[in-house]
């Protein structure tokens, strides 16, 4: 069964049926609210649906383990609840391994993919287990610490200790129920062969300094995905929100081929 997801619709022409449609995936541990940086530079010509994944933020909470294709399905059943047939996607991380399952498993459905920090398989399988057992016994704040601590590279932490701050406090009220059964999708995903179906056009965004997924995997999937091109900015995990200005203009140029954005890039900016 779908799960039910917590979500806003945001842009001028949110109430056109016809206008492009934006769906936004955020990344393990995280909601909707990590796309901040993007949404009025997005909203100005697309119609913008942000999420939180099925155990996270607004979003049901159902008993685990859980796949991917259970969180893709449950895009597909909000999309339904909208009347939306075809639509773009952007995904960072886990939201990327969403936007894999969508692309390959939907692909009439998806116009042009962004998989920005993510990859079709992260193994070792166990250390994803691991982490879900530790947050079921020990709470979310057992590995809080670890984890932000690879979102972000040091300088940028020192810089923006507020971002920093909340982001961590986003992880630490996150249910652990379903953190651990996104967990347990991630163990056991691997979506390599998957790669070779999606048709969409594809831009491939990788922050340098990613530590959590490296920037080898984005050059696995450009090498996987047809006619797949890849972007790197100066970030790491959640690139999109260090690299803030720069991920966007780099995401509106590939959403929107050809229509220059009247905004400054740094409007998208922290």
């Given at each position: 069964?779908?799960?039910?997801?917590?979500?806003?619709?945001?842009?001028?022409?949110?109430?056109?049926?016809?206008?492009?449609?934006?769906?936004?995936?955020?990344?393990?541990?995280?909601?909707?609210?990590?796309?901040?940086?993007?949404l009025?530079?997005?909203?100005?010509?697309?119609?913008v649906?942000?999420?939180?994944?099925?155990?996270?933020?607004?979003?049901?909470?159902?008993?685990?383990?859980?796949?991917?294709?259970?969180?893709?399905?449950?895009?597909?059943?909000?999309?339904?609840?909208?009347?939306?047939?075809?639509?773009?996607?952007?995904?960072?991380?886990?939201?990327g391994?969403?936007?894999?399952?969508?692309?390959?498993?939907?692909?009439?459905?998806?116009?042009?993919?962004?998989?920005?920090?993510?990859?079709?398989?992260?193994?070792?399988?166990?250390?994803?287990?691991?982490?879900?057992?530790?947050?079921?016994?020990?709470?979310?704040?057992?590995?809080?610490?670890?984890?932000?601590?690879?979102?972000?590279?040091?300088?940028?932490?020192?810089?923006?200790?507020?971002?920093?701050?909340?982001m961590?406090?986003?992880?630490?009220?996150?249910?652990?129920?379903?953190?651990?059964?996104?967990?347990?999708?991630?163990?056991?995903?691997?979506?390599?062969?998957?790669?070779?179906?999606?048709?969409?056009?594809?831009?491939?965004?990788?922050?340098?300094?990613?530590?959590?997924?490296?920037?080898?995997?984005s050059?696995?999937?450009?090498?996987?995905?047809?006619?797949?091109?890849?972007?790197?900015?100066?970030g790491?995990?959640?690139?999109?929100?260090?690299?803030?200005?720069?991920?966007?203009?780099?995401?509106?140029?590939?959403?929107?081929?050809?229509?220059?954005?009247?905004?400054?890039p740094?409007?998208?900016?922290?």
């Amino acid at each position: 069964m779908t799960a039910r997801l917590g979500y806003d619709v945001n842009g001028p022409a949110s109430g056109e049926e016809d206008a492009p449609v934006l769906v936004l995936g955020s990344s393990l541990g995280t909601t909707r609210v990590m796309w901040r940086p993007q949404l009025e530079p997005f909203a100005e010509r697309l119609r913008v649906v942000r999420f939180d994944h099925r155990g996270h933020g607004a979003s049901a909470e159902p008993p685990g383990p859980y796949t991917i294709a259970d969180l893709g399905r449950d895009v597909l059943a909000m999309l339904g609840e909208l009347g939306v047939r075809h639509f773009s996607y952007a995904g960072v991380s886990l939201g990327g391994m969403v936007g894999i399952w969508l692309a390959a498993n939907a692909a009439e459905r998806v116009d042009r993919l962004a998989l920005c920090c993510t990859t079709a398989y992260l193994p070792p399988a166990q250390a994803w287990r691991d982490r879900a057992a530790t947050v079921l016994a020990s709470g979310m704040a057992a590995i809080a610490d670890a984890v932000v601590a690879r979102w972000f590279t040091p300088a940028f932490a020192a810089d923006h200790p507020d971002v920093v701050a909340e982001m961590h406090a986003g992880l630490v009220a996150a249910p652990p129920v379903g953190y651990a059964a996104c967990c347990e999708a991630i163990a056991a995903m691997d979506q390599r062969e998957d790669l070779y179906r999606i048709t969409a056009p594809t831009l491939v965004l990788a922050g340098t300094q990613d530590q959590a997924i490296p920037v080898d995997h984005s050059e696995r999937l450009v090498e996987a995905v047809p006619g797949s091109r890849l972007a790197l900015v100066h970030g790491a995990h959640l690139a999109t929100l260090e690299a803030a200005a720069e991920s966007t203009a780099l995401l509106l140029d590939h959403l929107l081929p050809g229509q220059l954005p009247d905004h400054t890039p740094g409007q998208g900016g922290l």
